[in-house]
């Protein structure tokens, strides 16, 4: 049996539907995954046409309906995409009203075990909130569904894993926020995490907050009084985790394969290292050529995972 995984069409007037379209004609999913869009079919059948794919749409309203044949793109249809309307390649509040509905019915499924996990294309957050949805991102929106009080992002490029204690808030309310339990909260997530991987005895990383470490207190004292005892904590309940080490070490020797995952504190400080990795910037067109990292929330009782980019209005 091949799981059935639900891709979230994402917003409609940017590239997501055009990457699904471009995944779905790849036997090598087929063999792997039962795929089904959950979006609008018209807007599907748009991307097929701009994509140049040799794909039909089967528009259907039961998951039971999908035919998982290549060649055939099954599309859950919500058809709430108005195509005469929609301004392609900008900001649409149909759209974001759209994407989110999307992410909803997903979330229904899969907690009915229609569907066994999602993958989303992505979706604009100034979109949403013009819709009037006031989450940061699919995170919030995916965590505030399924009641999910601890969760964390993880980063994947190739072997290079990356959880974060902190993600969509300012640098320095994002430093306020590196206590104790938070962090503990994210170790014991990226250990059940990897366990869950396969992966028998993970090997876990904790970046630092301040430079050097904080340098014993003279650069700052969140190491000793907050990371410090978090990973003491940590290894009590036999998690094997180290640090706190120096972020500007501490990924290059993840790269290297000495951890199985880093725990970063701040958004940036997680991102910067994966989208070195995964992006290629093409500086003669002013776009991304390609785009290889993931996006995975942790700890939901559903699985989700994601590209790690955004809607790049400016190639839909």
Known sequence: MKPIVGITMGDAAGIGPEIIVKALSIRDVYENCCPVVI???????????????????????DVKEAKFELGVMDVFDLSNIDFKV???GHVDAM???????????????????????IATAPISKEAINMAGYEYAGHTELLAHLTDTKNHAMMLIVGSLRVVHVTTHMSL?????????????????????????MEIVNPRIAVASLNPHGGEGGLFGVEETEEIKPAIEEAKKESINVFGPLSSDIVFVRARG????????????????????????????????????????????????????????FGKA
């Open 39 to 61: 979006g609008d079919s018209t807007i599907m059948e748009q991307a097929v046409k701009a994509v140049g794919a040799g794909l039909s749409v089967n528009s259907i309203s």
């Open 86 to 88: 929609l301004k392609v």
């Open 95 to 117: 759209a974001g009203k759209a994407a989110v509905e999307y992410i909803i019915k997903a979330v229904f499924l899969a907690l009915r075990n229609d569907i066994h996990a």
């Open 172 to 196: 320095t309310k994002a430093c306020c926020m590196i206590k104790k339990e938070r962090v503990l909260k994210a170790i014991q997530l990226t250990h059940r995490t990897l366990r869950d």
């Open 257 to 312: 394969g000495a951890f199985d995952a880093v725990v970063a504190m701040y958004h940036d400080q997680g991102h910067i290292p994966i989208k070195l990795l995964g992006l290629k910037w093409d500086e003669s067109q002013g776009t991304w050529d390609s785009v290889s990292g993931i996006n995975v929330t942790i700890g939901l009782p559903i699985i989700r995972s994601s590209v790690d980019h955004g809607t790049a």
